[in-house]
């Protein structure tokens, strides 16, 4: 059965650090990833979203994700952090009209 | 564009009441999703329709929960009768194009409470 892991559920960065948010999923083939946003108390917003070619896949607000298909992750990567990207993360597949969303990940950023 | 339109934005009701959920995608988009939020499930898709016909309601919890799409414009999700447990966010998304590919967009919630 397919799933979306994300194994950290909070994660703290100072601010102008990168930061690395991990996404594993299980299915065996290649499967449509996403990566969306959600600051608190608003709807979720797409990042950035892979289907194929490219394993770098770029997005909005200066991220970027990595699908790596030999470890079934697509980890969410941004540089330097801003305090506005403080907000919960979630990673999603989609697969024969059926979509998993992880569980999210509750990032904070330190001044 | 007003983006996707969700009402109420706040509802209280009492355990056994029915609760309706309404959703105005945004115009042209031919896909409507349904989601729930809690802190202790997360985020999970409740149905989704395309062109007006419900696609996949493999995640609506059980027979107390309906949604319908009469035409394009416009989609509600009834809960009859309503428990404590399903109080959370729900959210109400479109897209267009292909669902599983195309950009989701979503409107503000509305937060329900069932006492």
């Known amino acids: 059965a397919q799933s979306v892991t994300q194994p950290d559920i909070h994660i703290t960065v100072s601010e102008g650090a990168s930061l690395e948010l991990r996404c594993n999923y299980s299915y065996g083939a290649t499967p449509y990833l996403f990566w969306y946003v959600q600051s608190p108390g608003q709807g979720l917003q797409l990042l950035l979203k892979?289907?194929?070619?490219?394993?770098l896949v770029q997005g909005i607000k200066g991220f970027e994700a990595e699908f790596k298909r030999s470890q079934s992750s697509f980890n969410l990567r941004k540089p330097s952090v801003h305090w506005s990207d403080a907000a919960e993360y979630f990673c999603?597949?989609?697969?024969?009209?059926?979509?998993?969303f992880g569980s999210g990940t509750k990032l904070n950023v330190k001044p | 564009d007003a983006g996707v339109i969700q009402s109420p934005r706040h509802e209280v009701t009492e355990m056994g009441q029915e609760v309706t959920l309404r959703c105005k995608p945004i115009s042209g988009h031919n896909s409507l999703f349904w989601y729930r939020q809690t802190m202790m499930r997360g985020l999970e898709l409740l149905i989704y329709?395309?062109?007006?016909?419900?696609?996949?309601d493999s995640g609506m919890p059980e027979d107390r929960f309906s949604a319908k799409m009469p035409n394009a414009s416009f989609s509600t999700l009834k809960i009859q009768p309503s428990e404590p447990r399903d109080s959370a966010v729900y959210f109400c998304?479109?897209?267009?194009?292909?669902?599983?590919?195309?950009?989701?967009?979503f409107g503000p919630g509305t937060r329900l409470t069932v006492l």
């Open positions: 999603a597949l989609y697969n024969f009209n059926k979509f998993y």
């Open positions: 329709f395309n062109n007006n016909v419900p696609i996949d």
């Open positions: 892979y289907f194929s070619g490219d394993t």
């Open positions: 998304a479109s897209s267009f194009g292909e669902p599983g590919t195309d950009t989701q967009y």
